[in-house]
Nanobody
């Protein structure tokens, strides 16, 4: 089991930036892919980005490519999501999650979830 706690959400104007953090703990997290998802009101949970802990392989949703960057600091057991050029449509609750097998873009494949952090982008 991997435990995760997100932080860094807030209110920002369109075009601005935020950096989300996900602090992970647990015996097996270093074998996991870690992902970011988001859920806007009235919408399904949506894949944003994912990264492997060992080689740093990254994956992005088309909607955030070139604007968001996922990274991790193994020494701090922390994953980050740098979000630049934010748009009002990026407004959502953002969640980090841990995956041990399955598709990195499918929320049903993930085994553990954080509690979420709210990102609101004003126009």
């Amino acid at each position: 089991q991997v435990q995760m706690v997100e932080s860094g959400g807030g209110l920002v104007q369109a075009g601005g930036s935020l950096r989300l953090s996900c602090a992970a703990s647990g015996r097996t997290f270093r074998r996991a892919f870690m992902g970011w998802f988001r859920r806007a009101p009235g919408k399904e949970r949506e894949f944003v980005a994912a990264i492997s802990w060992n080689y740093g392989t990254t994956y992005y949703a088309d909607s955030v490519k070139g604007r968001f960057a996922i990274s991790r600091d193994n020494a701090k057991n922390t994953m980050y999501l740098q979000m630049n050029s934010l748009k009002p449509e990026d407004t959502a609750a953002y969640y980090c999650a841990a995956l041990f097998s399955g598709s990195v873009s499918e929320p049903g494949s993930y085994d553990s979830w954080g509690q979420g952090t709210q990102v609101t982008v004003s126009s």
